[in-house]
C-alpha cells in the first residue's frame, strides 16, 4: 500500500470540498435575510426586544445584576454578579439562535431571526 495520491482520489477530495463550500454558502444566504432580535428575558418576562442594526448602541442594566451591551448586530453580557461567569465567559453573540444565560440571576439573552418564510400550515 503506497502513500501517494492517485488522480481519482484528487477528484473525489476536489468534488468534496466543492459540495462543501456550495452547502456553506447556502447556509449562510439563508441566515443573511431578516430582521435580527435581541430577547432579554429575567424570571421568565420579557423585559426588553430590542432591533439589531448597524447603528445599535445600547446598554442594558439589570439592577446592577447583569449589564447587557447591544452594539451593531451583536450582543453580549458584559458582566455579571454570579460567582462562575458563564453568562460572561459565553462571548459575543452574532446569529440567530445563539443564547447567554445566567442561571444564578434568572437572566437569559437570546438573538431571534425573522424571515418572511412560512414554517409550517397546520390545518
Known amino acids: 500500500m503506497r502513500g501517494r495520491l492517485k488522480w481519482g482520489d484528487c ?3 476536489g468534488v468534496v ?3 462543501a463550500a456550495a452547502l456553506t ?3 449562510a444566504q439563508n441566515t443573511a435575510g431578516g430582521r435580527l432580535y435581541a430577547e432579554v428575558w429575567q424570571n421568565d ?3 426588553e426586544r430590542v432591533v439589531l442594526t448597524d447603528e445599535t448602541d445600547r446598554t ?3 439592577d446592577g445584576h447583569n449589564v447587557i451591551v447591544l452594539a451593531g448586530k451583536t450582543a453580549r453580557v458584559e458582566s455579571a454578579d454570579c460567582h462562575d461567569q458563564v453568562c460572561v465567559r459565553t462571548g459575543t453573540l452574532t446569529r440567530a439562535g445563539q443564547v447567554a444565560v445566567c442561571l444564578p ?3 437569559v439573552l437570546k438573538l431571534v431571526g425573522e424571515t418572511g418564510e412560512i414554517d409550517a400550515i397546520v390545518s
Open 17 to 19: 470540498l466543492l459540495l
Open 105 to 107: 440571576n434568572r437572566v
Open 25 to 27: 454558502a447556502l447556509m
Open 11 to 13: 477528484i473525489i477530495i
Open 60 to 62: 442594558i442594566d439589570l
Open 45 to 47: 418576562v420579557l423585559v
